[in-house]
């Protein structure tokens, strides 16, 4: 992808943050893939907008694109997804250890 004249691969977040691109992800999650078309009667755009988010989660490693004939079908590639679980999983430790310590402390209150 090309953004003010310089490369730029899309990470995992960034192509996750927009809720088309979720939306997208879950409709690949169910089926073995999907192609354009298919894809583009379950939005309010046209075509090339739904392809330049294909192309944003294809940048990232999210989907895998493969040509039969004159389409293009897409599936999910998940493995990425995983950095996303992993940084969440952080958090749900680091929130869960806090309550534990508020937890203590609201009981050496009573």
Do not use: C
């Not at 294909?54 to 389409?71: C, M, N, S, T």
Request: proline share 3%.
């Amino acid at each position: 992808m090309i953004l003010n004249g310089k490369s730029q691969v899309k990470d995992v977040y960034d192509a996750v943050a927009d809720p088309t691109r979720r939306k997208l992800l879950q409709m690949l999650a169910d089926v073995e893939e999907l192609p354009l078309h298919e894809m583009t009667v379950h939005f309010e755009m046209g075509r090339t907008a739904v392809s330049k988010h294909l192309a944003i989660l294809k940048d990232a490693d999210l989907v895998i694109a493969r040509r039969v004939g004159r389409e293009t079908r897409y599936r999910l590639n998940a493995t990425p997804l995983k950095q996303i679980q992993d940084w969440v999983s952080f958090y749900e430790g680091f929130w869960k250890e806090r309550i534990v310590k508020l937890n203590l402390l609201l009981e050496e209150k009573k």
